[in-house]
């Protein structure tokens, strides 16, 4: 039992915004769920603001502890504030034991100024944390602005605003054993990996991921940059087990760079596919084991980054120990991919940061290499800088003024919550409170409902805009949360969705197929994920000498045979969604596969006959 004091405050009331701590050292998880739910009480009881004051007990007494225990029990609720969205404004220190003020009044304080650690004298302080709704840290009142400490001395700026127009999107793939867990890790940790899976244990998701050293799902991961370059890692203050989490680097950051952790086993290309088509990714890392040749899975990975007209930029990992001709070999082959013609890049060692600089503006044409390793630390500081001067190449902000679009990627069900959608906003801008259609159904209908909150960075905010990662929570009745499935589409007005479209279409050269009437493949359209048919093939003119190939008549060749595609064909084509109509508008970029992919394409236009009404 700790000795009290002097009687300094008035005691504790139950309800209002103040709260009384006598410390908080080395809290438990159960204990810090506790108190961050009475924080977020307190934040309510004072319309987004609450005074802690740390040393003093329930009945207004001096509890008579040190600096140091202050001081931790003072991060400890800076933590807690941090899940909150709420920032610590002010922090008042008082030291020494006061006198009874009389009557239970407050006594005359002298705050001290700069407290020293590992002093014995008795120290109490007084923190006042205001919750931050919009991200929008500049906006705090003049009297606290001096009180956030800032990078540079310069103005914080709009946190949606940094995960909208200052966010690059990279993929990460590669084949099974190159390591792109344990490179992201060590990247967003900002520590180095001890070549037993350190860094990719931090970031998996699920426990067979864990086991096994493989991940199986598309996963997203923050890394920020402040305005110097410098970027942003380490662990959590408090968990020291835990790495930082993604609304921590987004309120520091300066700009971000969202890692898109795909799956290289062979047996989740579907997946990794789906991820690549629907990540809107500005750049792609291919990832290559230097100890061993790249591998078929490294060539379908690199032809799928190219097929979407994503950049790649090659890192050679584990190069800590690689024997040199193994390394030479490696670097060989891949050279030999990228200089193919379905690749056409050139290869361009990065070895100094003037190399950095050089291929910043020239990403069209050459395939930056660079080689790493996670446990030494080589060339991870030229990996670094180049994420962070590279510049962005899908502006999403210049799209706020459309309709707004927001593609449902994944599904939740919370308690106390409801249904939960996330995904990523294509366009347009939402205020929180509207109304809005999810759909469409497998009958075509759109559900309307409404926005109840939204989530950025697992951040509540009142707005989302295009190129932000959101969720969405909607006012959905039991029955209708299980008709929400992904794919679907949330938006304001509700739609017409479409069985049949046309679209332009390229057949990969590779291993020989055989495109005709009817021909079936499973397509993949931004986040629309369906099988379909070929209804109507019309070769287009490529300037070919070789005349399009027809099959003899049949009974399906319309009077005058079947058109054939073959490899390197063009055509235009009319496909079917084979079991519900899709949300999908002209412009979108698809790419069709039956097992390997055979083809990509653009969807020019939507037969109005085969619009789906409402």
């Given at each position: 039992?700790?000795?009290?004091?002097?009687?300094?405050?008035p005691a504790?009331?139950?309800?209002?915004n103040?709260?009384y701590k006598?410390?908080i050292?080395s809290?438990t998880?159960?204990?810090?769920v506790k108190?961050?739910t009475q924080?977020?009480?307190r934040?309510d009881?004072?319309?987004?603001?609450?005074i802690?004051?740390?040393?003093?007990?329930d009945?207004?007494?001096?509890s008579?502890?040190?600096l140091?225990?202050v001081?931790?029990s003072?991060?400890c609720i800076?933590?807690?504030?941090?899940?909150?969205?709420a920032?610590?404004?002010s922090k008042?220190?008082v030291?020494?034991?006061?006198?009874?003020?009389?009557g239970?009044g407050?006594?005359t304080?002298?705050p001290?100024?700069?407290p020293s650690p590992?002093?014995?004298i008795t120290?109490?302080?007084?923190?006042?944390?205001r919750r931050?709704e919009?991200?929008?840290?500049?906006?705090?009142?003049d009297?606290?602005?001096?009180?956030?400490?800032?990078?540079?001395?310069?103005?914080?700026?709009?946190?949606g605003e940094?995960?909208?127009a200052?966010?690059?999107?990279?993929?990460?793939?590669?084949?099974v054993?190159?390591?792109?867990s344990?490179l992201?890790?060590s990247?967003?940790?900002g520590?180095?990996?001890?070549?037993r899976g350190?860094?990719?244990?931090?970031i998996?998701k699920?426990r067979?991921?864990i086991e096994?050293?493989?991940t199986s799902?598309?996963?997203t991961?923050?890394m920020?940059?402040?305005r110097d370059?410098?970027a942003?890692?380490?662990r959590d203050?408090?968990r020291?087990?835990?790495?930082?989490?993604?609304?921590?680097v987004?309120?520091?950051?300066d700009?971000?760079?969202?890692?898109?952790?795909?799956?290289?086993?062979?047996?989740?290309?579907?997946?990794t596919i789906?991820?690549v088509s629907s990540g809107f990714?500005d750049?792609?890392?291919?990832?290559v084991?230097?100890r061993h040749?790249?591998?078929?899975?490294?060539?379908h990975?690199?032809?799928?980054?190219c097929s979407?007209g994503?950049?790649?930029?090659?890192i050679f990992?584990k190069?800590?120990g690689?024997?040199?001709h193994?390394?030479?070999?490696?670097?060989q082959?891949v050279c030999?991919m990228?200089?193919?013609p379905?690749v056409g890049?050139?290869?361009?060692s990065?070895r100094?940061?003037?190399d950095?600089?050089?291929v910043?503006?020239?990403?069209h044409?050459?395939?930056?290499i660079?080689?790493?390793?996670a446990?030494?630390?080589e060339g991870?500081d030229?990996?670094r800088r180049?994420?962070?001067?590279?510049p962005?190449r899908?502006r999403?902000?210049t799209k706020a003024?459309?309709?707004?679009?927001?593609l449902v990627?994944?599904?939740f069900?919370?308690p106390?919550?409801g249904?939960?959608?996330?995904?990523?906003?294509?366009?347009?801008?939402?205020?929180v409170?509207?109304?809005?259609?999810?759909?469409?159904?497998?009958?075509?209908s759109?559900i309307?409902?409404l926005a109840k909150?939204?989530?950025i960075a697992?951040?509540n905010?009142?707005?989302?805009v295009?190129?932000?990662?959101?969720?969405l929570?909607l006012?959905?009745?039991?029955d209708?949360r299980k008709?929400?499935?992904?794919?679907?589409?949330?938006?304001?007005?509700?739609?017409?969705?479409?069985?049949?479209?046309d679209?332009e279409?390229c057949v990969?050269?590779g291993?020989g197929?055989?495109?005709r009437r009817s021909?079936?493949?499973?397509?993949h359209?931004?986040?629309?994920?369906?099988s379909?048919?070929a209804?109507h093939i019309?070769?287009l003119?490529?300037?070919?000498?070789?005349?399009p190939?027809?099959s003899?008549g049949?009974?399906?060749c319309?009077?005058e045979g079947?058109?054939?595609?073959?490899p390197?064909a063009?055509?235009?084509?009319?496909?079917e969604f084979a079991k519900r109509?899709?949300?999908?508008?002209?412009g979108?970029?698809?790419?069709f596969?039956?097992g390997?992919?055979?083809?990509?394409?653009?969807?020019?236009g939507i037969?109005?006959?085969?619009?789906?009404?409402?």
């Amino acid at each position: 039992m700790s000795p009290k004091g002097a009687k300094i405050l008035p005691a504790e009331k139950e309800n209002g915004n103040v709260e009384y701590k006598r410390h908080i050292l080395s809290p438990t998880h159960e204990r810090a769920v506790k108190l961050t739910t009475q924080m977020s009480y307190r934040l309510d009881e004072g319309d987004g603001e609450c005074i802690y004051e740390v040393g003093v007990e329930d009945d207004g007494s001096h509890s008579m502890l040190v600096l140091d225990n202050v001081l931790a029990s003072v991060d400890c609720i800076e933590a807690f504030a941090g899940t909150l969205n709420a920032v610590l404004v002010s922090k008042k220190f008082v030291q020494g034991t006061e006198a009874d003020g009389g009557g239970g009044g407050l006594p005359t304080e002298a705050p001290t100024l700069s407290p020293s650690p590992g002093s014995k004298i008795t120290t109490r302080c007084q923190v006042v944390i205001r919750r931050v709704e919009t991200h929008l840290i500049a906006s705090l009142p003049d009297e606290h602005k001096d009180s956030i400490k800032v990078e540079d001395d310069d103005a914080p700026r709009d946190i949606g605003e940094t995960l909208s127009a200052r966010n690059t999107r990279v993929a990460v793939v590669g084949n099974v054993d190159a390591g792109k867990s344990t490179l992201i890790g060590s990247l967003t940790t900002g520590s180095l990996d001890d070549g037993r899976g350190k860094c990719r244990t931090s970031i998996m998701k699920h426990r067979h991921e864990i086991e096994s050293g493989r991940t199986s799902t598309c996963a997203t991961h923050l890394m920020g940059f402040r305005r110097d370059g410098s970027a942003i890692g380490g662990r959590d203050r408090v968990r020291a087990h835990r790495r930082r989490s993604e609304d921590e680097v987004a309120r520091e950051a300066d700009r971000v760079v969202t890692f898109m952790d795909l799956a290289g086993h062979e047996r989740y290309l579907k997946t990794t596919i789906h991820g690549v088509s629907s990540g809107f990714a500005d750049y792609a890392l291919i990832l290559v084991n230097s100890r061993h040749p790249p591998t078929h899975m490294t060539q379908h990975h690199l032809n799928l980054c190219c097929s979407f007209g994503i950049p790649p930029i090659v890192i050679f990992t584990k190069v800590d120990g690689c024997p040199e001709h193994a390394m030479n070999t490696s670097r060989q082959e891949v050279c030999k991919m990228l200089r193919a013609p379905d690749v056409g890049r050139r290869p361009f060692s990065v070895r100094t940061d003037a190399d950095v600089d050089t291929v910043m503006d020239k990403m069209h044409q050459l395939a930056p290499i660079i080689e790493t390793s996670a446990v030494t630390g080589e060339g991870l500081d030229l990996l670094r800088r180049m994420l962070f001067n590279i510049p962005k190449r899908r502006r999403h902000e210049t799209k706020a003024n459309r309709p707004f679009e927001l593609l449902v990627e994944d599904i939740f069900n919370v308690p106390g919550v409801g249904a939960v959608v996330s995904g990523f906003v294509n366009a347009g801008e939402l205020e929180v409170g509207g109304h809005v259609h999810v759909g469409p159904l497998d009958d075509g209908s759109f559900i309307k409902t409404l926005a109840k909150s939204a989530h950025i960075a697992r951040t509540n905010t009142s707005t989302v805009v295009a190129g932000q990662n959101a969720c969405l929570a909607l006012a959905l009745a039991k029955d209708q949360r299980k008709k929400l499935r992904r794919g679907m589409v949330v938006m304001r007005e509700a739609p017409a969705p479409t069985r049949t479209f046309d679209a332009e279409i390229c057949v990969l050269k590779g291993e020989g197929t055989t495109i005709r009437r009817s021909y079936q493949a499973f397509v993949h359209i931004l986040n629309v994920r369906q099988s379909a048919f070929a209804r109507h093939i019309e070769m287009l003119n490529t300037g070919s000498i070789l005349p399009p190939t027809r099959s003899g008549g049949g009974k399906d060749c319309e009077g005058e045979g079947t058109v054939v595609l073959r490899p390197g064909a063009r055509a235009r084509v009319r496909f079917e969604f084979a079991k519900r109509p899709e949300y999908i508008r002209p412009g979108m970029r698809m790419l069709f596969r039956d097992g390997r992919v055979r083809g990509v394409g653009i969807i020019t236009g939507i037969p109005e006959v085969a619009a789906v009404g409402c």
